[in-house]
């Protein structure tokens, strides 16, 4: 039997408010460096879930992208993370690929018109930027090749537009093949991940970001127990030439 793989776990529908007009390219720096973060996230390992969630939770953000497609606009709903306190976010490139309009919404429910500073396509991962009204909590970028077959991972994002959702499960499998494009060694999670997860952080116990959310085997409307997230040194990679 073959499996179907959905590289596009974005949730979609209508979506009142957004502002029109083409999102807008500027330069940004080297994001491969290291991430501002908190100090609650500077712990070297979180006790439990609970104190993990609470400390990574404000880094995540909801993105919704106004697409122009023939005949219709379709609005994205996906997720993302901040990665620098002065309004730099990741999420999945196919989330905000051809819209002309992107939002960002805070966890503290702020929305902001974003700029999409840099996509490959390729490898499914953007950068956007935001210019928010003080400094953002952001996320620690972890390193992913050193990620181990069952290691506990919590997947967050805002799966069928529900803000704030977490999951949790463990590394499955590393380097999985599936035929994603010429970046194809993906983390495999038993994490739930369903439609609106895309882009959002896999984090370790350590509140590290060690994947973007990005397919999952299965449905395009239900949770399979198999996803797979971009290892975060792919991501790495890929800035640094965008």
């Known amino acids: 039997m073959r499996h179907r793989v959905i590289f596009a776990p974005a949730l979609t529908g209508m979506l009142l408010g957004l502002l029109s007009g083409c999102a807008t390219v500027e330069s940004t720096a080297n994001l491969s460096k290291p991430a501002e973060t908190s100090t609650a996230l500077l712990n070297t390992q979180f006790p439990s879930f609970v104190e993990l969630v609470k400390a990574s939770l404000p880094s995540v953000v909801n993105i919704s992208s106004k697409k122009n497609q023939p005949g219709s606009a379709i609005v994205s709903l996906g997720s993302g993370f901040i990665v620098s306190g002065d309004g730099a976010i990741v999420t999945a490139n196919h989330v905000i690929a051809n819209a002309e309009a992107v939002i960002v919404r805070l966890s503290d429910r702020e929305s902001y ?10 490898a499914d991962i953007a950068v956007l930027k935001i210019e928010p009204q ?9 390193n992913s090749s050193a990620v181990e077959t069952g290691e506990w991972v919590i997947a967050i994002g805002n799966p069928f537009g529900l803000e ?3 999951t949790a499960g463990i590394i499955s499998a590393k380097g999985r093949v599936i035929g994603s494009g010429k970046y194809d060694e993906l983390l495999q999670t038993d994490a739930s991940i369903n439609p609106g997860n895309s882009g959002g952080p896999l984090l370790n116990m350590r509140g590290e970001v060690i994947g973007i959310n990005t397919a999952i085997i299965g449905s395009s409307t239900s949770h399979s ?18």
Do not use: C, E, M, Q
């Open 164 to 166: 704030k959702t977490v």
């Open 225 to 242: 127990g198999i996803g797979f997230a971009i290892p975060i040194d792919t991501v790495r990679s890929i800035i640094d030439h965008l």
């Open 113 to 122: 018109r974003a700029n999409i500073i840099a996509a490959d396509k390729d």
């Open 134 to 142: 003080k400094p953002l909590p952001a996320v620690r970028l972890g």
